[in-house]
């Protein structure tokens, strides 16, 4: 009746996993990625913003592996240097629309009462058109966020937050989901009988049992931040114009698509090479995860 | 050979004597033979009227249809254009004491719908622009005139409240042109908005009359067939398309050739070169008064000062320091930033009034040589010192660091970036900050981010003058012109700098009616505002507009309308 011990079942769940052969790839290139970002900074110490006036439009060569933009900067720099930011905020937004949609989804599911409200919040979030209401919290709260944490990190702030409180509905409505289905099965049940408090029922029985959602929510969120920080700053509205990140890099480049077509592939690969390993790894978890999709997949052969 | 019909020697003659007396092969053929003209102004025109617009898209939109009396050549001379003659003091079109001037009409001229264009016209036109409660966005033009009497039919006589130095102000130039007073005679004052039928298709004497106007969007013309000059325009219709951005629009004509003219095409140097190589059409350029600038802002834009922010009650801390001001100018390296941004396009330049040459200042060359070295001095001086070691400067515990700001667009944001980097060398912290240009200089008062609010330290963007006469432009730059919450943020002396002495010197010029001493003051108004470095010009920047290959005819004009001579637009067959 109690699901089986930790251990085994992460096992279980790790060999499923792996036989997902686009779950491990598209991991492993995440991954990549990742440590590209983190640790490329580190060891091609070259700083993305120092302009180099002579060395203009330069193609690729040992000092420039993928040559300089219209102002002599390294591109590979800027491409690692955006990266971090990208992927910090892809990560970061993830996390409070994670944390946000879950709480939502959890109390709507758990506490009765608060089902409805919640779920009509939800709905009105839902219905707000995304890019206008980013714009306007641009500009209403860049200037203030600005003076208290300096420009960078406000705008790292703001944009976080605003791609997180504005990407947690789904997550909240799968939780909720699921919350409501496990609710009802009869180890719960045995578990009131044994007189378990509330909160000890949620974080013992409700969360362990949810986590198959919210992981694959979670992973479609990084990808939908990167994707919506990108298309942020495309517009001019994301961070600083000197600040480099994988959609300013493709915004810049547009105009020198024809004759400096490297500048635009490099930032655009890596946005589609992010979001498609993040979608494919959360494609292999939620299968993995997945009980129904497991009885009726080809796995059960 | 049976198909041959003369023999080869006799052929060649034939031809021969074809070519030379016969009908010219290319150009000036007739009214509407060559077609369609295909232009495209990437900012669309939303109405016909300049007089209820201030938008240059709209005036050159009107151009090909309403015309002024005299208008500037591309050389910047004013020639006649609807007047028989250009009136001076000595053909006696303007009297002694410089309070009249009159105009004549030429001989026979005629309105799209087959009406004469009589004196009555033009005195309307006056009454039209300077009736109460008509908004009209040229009242400039026709400010200080008292009347504008009708001698005969096709004579007028502008009479000004005071002496007029230069008088070339009502019906000179794309913004001021003669409106029908048979079509506008019921769009008076309030109303004027209101007509707008013919706010949309104004009967003109151009060499097109409006056929199609869809606002924001296209506007279609016909040749009019009562042009003053029987086998002009060569083209039977004009299309103007708007919209888009200035890539795409120079890709039109220059690679794909879907359009025969784009204009007003800031882009870099190399992003156009590249485009003009596949040899479908060619770039013109021109250079005008538009100088791209850093304006310094003389009052503090603390967000903690709240309504009091960005106004004359808060000097700016740090910018009001003359020596601060210089340091900043002397970091720039003006020709570095000409060859990235606009190539042959631009021009490095240290005046604020460039051209016409009588009034740029000569006395400000030093600006064209960076000093690195000289500015972190000059700082030093100022008691701005690197103490914490951390490159950059401090004075009294507050750090150098401003924020600088401009429009979306790729050209500036590449000059931010290496001005940022100028600046960070001798000490100067910058935060950069673009806003988009259509909010940047949208002049609502209800946004933070207008260039007028000039919520920044420092900002750029680009100022020019209309015609040839810089008074009015110089007068920008006075106290009272300041942006405030007084006057709703409207006012063209955007960094909030004040000098009485200048002030003075202005009303002086108001009062100079021989030239040379106009120019004199002119340079000296100039060199006072450059040489306290309240505005760093950086860029004298040229015109440039896409042409096709097989138009002739274009004469890139940046005195007037860029369409002001479309009437001898023509295909060249090539």
Redesign the interface.
Known sequence: MTEPAAPGRNRALLRRFTRHRGAVAGAAVFLAIVAAVWLGPFLWRVDPAAIDILARNRGPAPAHPLGTDQLGRDMLARLLAGGRISVAVGLAAMALSLGLGGLVGLLAGWVRWLDGGLMRLTDLFLSLPLLPLLLVMVMLFRESLAAAFGPQTGIFLLIVFAIGITSWMPTARLVRAAVLEIRERDFILAAHAAGTAHVAMVTRHILPNVMSPVLVSATLGIANAIVTESALSFLGLGFPPDFPTWGRLLSDATVYLQTHPGRVIWPGAAISLTVLAINYTGDGLRDALDTRHRMTGPSRI | MPARACPQSLCAVLLFLALAGGVPLTAQAGRGEDGILRILYWQAPSILNPYLSGGTKDIEAASLVLEPLARFDETGRIVPWLAETVPTQENGGINADRTRITWRLRDGLKWSDGSPVTAEDIRFTWRYCTAEGGGCAQAEKFAGVADVSVVDPRTVTVIFDAPRPYPYGPFVGAAAPILQKAQFTGCLGPRAPGCTEANFAPVGTGPFTVAEFRPNDVVRYLANPHYREPAKPAFGEAVLKGGGGA?AAARAVLETGEFDYAWNLQ??P??LG??AASGRGRLVSAFGTMVERIVINFTDPD??LGDARSTRAHPHPVLSDRRVRRALSMAIDRA?LTE?GYGRAGRVTCNLVPAPEIYASDSNRACREQDLAGAAALLEKAGWTDSDGDGTRERNGRELRL?FQTS?N?VR??F???I??WWRTIGVET????I?ASVFFGSDPGS??TFQKF?ADVQMFAGTFDGTDPQAYLANWTCDEAPQPGNQWQGSNIGRWCDPEYDALVAEMAGTARIEERAALARRLNDMIVQDHAVLPLVDRGRVSAVAADLGGVRLNTWDSELWNIADWHRTGE
């Open positions: 890539a882009l870099a190399d992003v590249a485009m967000p903690a570095i990235i924020t979306t790729a944001q590449d931010q970036a290496v940022k980097q935060d950069l900050r673009n988009d933070p981010d919520f």
